[in-house]
Nanobody
């Protein structure tokens, strides 16, 4: 099972970016998918998460600006980031709880990080 993230880049303050993360492999089920971010020397923090049923949870710092969504048929989670601020600059990581075929339950997986840089 792998998570492949894409969509990071450099944008000016006030701009938008859309991150995508696709899970691949011999997957039976995915429940929670989410995005985290981490700055150098700091702990990784939750940005947003979404359940298979569509319930969402956001960090206070991104509420009203970021929107998480998912396409269950494609095993893909998205993060639409609007009104970006310089303080949103971080490496963003996708995360998912995945039950692979033949497994005995959900395991936690991380994608590779994607850099988001917001210039002032």
């Amino acid at each position: 099972v792998q998570l492949q993230a894409s969509g990071g880049g450099l944008v000016q303050a006030g701009g938008s970016l859309r991150l995508s993360c696709a899970a691949s492999g011999n997957i039976f089920s995915i429940n929670v998918m989410g995005w985290y971010r981490q700055a150098p020397g700091k702990q990784r923090e939750l940005v947003a998460a979404i359940t298979s049923g569509g319930s969402t949870n956001y960090a206070d710092s991104v509420k009203g600006r970021f929107t998480i969504s998912r396409d269950n048929a494609k095993n893909t989670v998205y993060l639409q980031m609007n009104s970006l601020k310089p303080e949103d600059t971080d490496v963003y990581y996708c995360n998912a709880n995945i039950w692979y075929n033949g497994g005995s339950g959900y395991s936690n997986y991380w994608g590779q990080g994607t850099q988001v840089t917001v210039s002032s």
